[in-house]
């Protein structure tokens, strides 16, 4: 029981409800590759607060790891430590209910590394497949970049906003319009490279180390720190039609928005490439139909469909094609 007790608290750092932190040691936590453990009070303090503003809580060091070895290096003396003390994996920071924080012990600032440089995306002849390896800390829009430069390839599931990390969302699901057809992140992930809570870096895959694996994925890092992702890949497409529909039934609504994603094993010819609703709401302003997808011009048409309880519901889909379809795309039917 003290074991697993001491194993959750190394990777999840609920120190408040359990119990007081001693400080620990920090010689022991200095990093033993390339990284950096600081104590300067401006980083702790940014380590201390979550994008929701909401949650405080505030660790006593932050560190930048120089690479894997460091993360296991911190994990390590955590858990043979005679003193225990929470450590937690930070990505973006973009979490809202104080996930990523470790009061009275180490953050680890996996998006500020100074990481080696990222492997070329690679084909596997196994899967007939493209992949890359990506560090834990990278940012989607920085693998996104990466990928299209070299190879015109993208990863085949997204979140919507993508200054999120590989790891902070790989550790919930990471879902967005693609979802429907390709599952979230999570289901396009190949191996992964994790320090486990007794400080051990351990490769993981639906064939090796597996329960690890499905822990890691969408296990809010309670299973262990993800400081390399095998990230699924497919070619990007060089045109995209984007479609809005709105709606003020939600009944109907809903039934079109099941059509469309129950299209999920159709053809590519006969299905849309991402599918998302979403609820607009009118702020009460005359014609001020607010959402970030809309542009300021909007608000008179959109005011023109008839909404019930100032609720409007929003289809949004989107058809990916290249070139030689241009001629066409407006002529794709689905059955
Ligand atoms: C503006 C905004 C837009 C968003 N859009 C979407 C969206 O479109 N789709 C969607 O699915 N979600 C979305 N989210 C939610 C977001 O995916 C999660 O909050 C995600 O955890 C944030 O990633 P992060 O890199 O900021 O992680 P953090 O907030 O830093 O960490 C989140 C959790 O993951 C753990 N963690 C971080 N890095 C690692 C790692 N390397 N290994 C193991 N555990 C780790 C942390 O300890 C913590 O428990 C959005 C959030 C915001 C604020």
């Not at 039609?241 to 299209?263: G, H, K, M, N, P």
Request: aromatic residues 8%.
């Amino acid at each position: 029981m003290a074991h697993t007790l001491l194993l959750l608290f190394v990777i999840c750092g609920l120190t408040s409800t359990v119990g007081p932190t001693v400080e620990p040691d920090e010689m022991l936590l200095q990093p033993a590759g390339e990284g950096q453990l600081s104590l300067d009070p401006s980083e702790v303090a940014a380590a201390a607060v979550d994008f929701g503003g909401v949650a405080r809580a505030e660790p006593l060091a932050v560190m930048r790891p120089g690479g894997a070895g460091d993360v296991a290096h911190l994990v390590r003396a955590a858990y043979r430590s005679a003193r225990w003390f929470p450590v937690s994996a930070r990505g973006h920071g973009h979490s809202t209910n104080g996930q990523a924080l470790a009061s009275g012990g180490v953050v680890v600032q996996m998006s500020r590394g100074r990481i080696a440089p990222r492997p070329m995306p690679a084909y596997s002849p196994s899967t007939g497949e493209y992949y890359v390896d990506v560090w834990g800390g990278d940012l989607w829009v920085d693998v996104l970049n990466w990928t299209l430069a070299n190879g015109g390839l993208a990863p085949k599931s997204w979140t919507d906003y993508l200054y999120l990390s590989v790891g902070g969302t790989l550790s919930n699901a990471g879902v967005s319009g693609q979802a429907f057809h390709h599952g979230p992140q999570i289901s396009n992930v190949y191996e992964l490279d994790v320090v486990t809570g007794k400080g051990e870096l351990t490769t993981c895959s639906e064939e090796q180390n597996s329960e690890l694996f499905h822990g890691v994925l969408g296990g809010l890092g309670q299973f262990g720190i993800i400081t390399r992702a095998r990230i699924a890949l497919e070619t990007a497409p060089h045109r995209v039609r984007w479609i809005r529909v709105l709606y003020s039934d939600f009944a109907a609504f809903t039934r079109d928005q099941e059509l469309l994603v129950s299209l999920h094993g159709a053809h590519r010819s006969e299905r849309f490439d991402y599918v998302e609703g979403f609820v607009i709401v009118d702020e009460g302003l005359i014609n001020n139909w607010r959402s970030s997808f809309f542009s300021p011009k909007n608000p008179v048409k959109m005011s023109s469909v008839h909404a019930n309880a100032g609720l409007l519901y929003c289809l949004e889909m989107t058809k990916n094609y290249d070139d030689s379809a241009a001629d066409s795309i407006d002529e794709v039917g689905l059955r």
